[in-house]
């Protein structure tokens, strides 16, 4: 631990894996201080244990305790730009969003009630789930004075109107999140879009809306530069809220995950484009679907501890910016 940090952020150090072995210890993200809401801590590290909106393998409940124990592997110094998050930025595993297994609306309303409270306190929270119906009460809690724009990783459009006649679900967040007038449809970019669909227009309600649909045979067109391109200017200068539904990568890489597309990113393409985004207004994050239960190698949950780290590196360097700006 460098000796030269201040008091109030020494004691929100993780444990160093250099010192103490990664095996050892109650699992957190990334071996965080656990931490009550407190406007002490800058990031929160979220788990939102979720999946009563999937209409076909559930499973993502899972997630954040697998995310927890694999994230033991994350080291302390991000290895292309530097940035050190811990030393920085006050960073807390705030526990899971209390949910009720029995009650999916109750279970959104509890969600979103968490949220605010992290919101209230000035914490920008990474979350993981969970299925994708999280992003909407998260977005109920963060962008309610004002419309975000959302870097949207998925396989799927998640505008669908209803599923199976239910219009809160893992399908819906997208279009409900613009409905409520808590996503600026001009500033949406969706990429990795692929697979079978239920009807022709599945996801031609983001193109009506004006969203920026970069599908996956647009990505392989294009290449990741232009896309990267693409994506900073549809983004602009405003809010962003980035979310991950694991689907958009391939299974290849990470199999643990509820409707699983062949033909997706690699988690290398993932990397780079968060890494482009650094210097923007991240307001939340979340990494949606992962279901441990259907990977038994482990390599999914060690790669969303990954990308939760890039995400990390992001938000707290924007943080410590704009307090020393």
């Keep these: 631990m460098p000796d030269s940090l201040p008091a109030d952020r020494s004691r929100f150090q993780p444990v160093d894996p250099a010192v103490t072995p990664r095996f050892a210890g109650v699992a957190t993200f990334m071996r965080t201080v656990a931490h009550e809401i407190d406007p002490a801590v800058d990031v929160g590290l979220v788990g939102v244990p979720f999946d009563l909106g999937v209409n076909y393998r559930s499973g993502a409940r899972q997630g954040p305790a697998g995310v927890r124990e694999a994230s033991r ?12 998050p811990f030393e920085i930025c006050n960073v807390a595993d705030l526990g899971d969003a209390p949910i009720n297994p029995m009650n999916k609306e109750a279970s959104i309303e509890m969600i979103q009630g968490f949220f605010e409270r992290l919101h209230g306190a000035g914490i920008v929270p990474i979350a993981v789930g969970g299925d994708h119906t999280i992003p909407l009460p998260i977005l109920r ?3 309610a004075e004002r419309k975000v ?10 505008t669908l109107d209803t599923l199976c006649e ?3 679900n893992h399908a819906t967040f997208m279009r409900r999140g613009v409905e ?3 996503i600026d449809a001009d500033r949406v970019v969706q990429l990795g879009l692929r697979g079978s669909r239920f009807s022709p227009d599945d996801i031609q309600y983001g193109y009506d809306a004006g969203f920026r649909i970069i599908t996956m045979d647009d990505y392989e067109a294009m290449g990741r530069a232009a896309a990267i391109e693409a994506i900073a200017e549809t983004l602009g200068d405003g809010p962003v809220y980035l979310s991950l539904d694991i689907d958009g990568l391939d299974p290849a890489f990470l199999p643990g995950t509820g409707v699983p597309e062949i033909g997706g990113l690699s988690p290398r393409d993932v990397q780079v484009i968060l890494r482009s985004l650094r210097g923007r207004e991240i307001v939340g994050c979340d990494i949606s679907e992962v279901a441990p239960c259907f990977d038994p190698t482990g390599i999914t949950c060690v790669t969303v501890a990954n990308l939760m780290f890039e995400m990390l590196c992001l938000v707290a360097d924007r943080v410590a910016a704009d307090r020393a700006g």
């Design 180 to 182: 409520e007038g808590l």
């Design 149 to 158: 724009g959302i870097l949207h990783f998925d396989a799927h459009a998640d």
């Design 166 to 168: 239910d219009k809160i």
């Design 73 to 84: 592997l994350i080291r302390r110094v991000h290895p292309v730009s530097g940035i050190k």
């Design 141 to 143: 809690a963060l962008a």
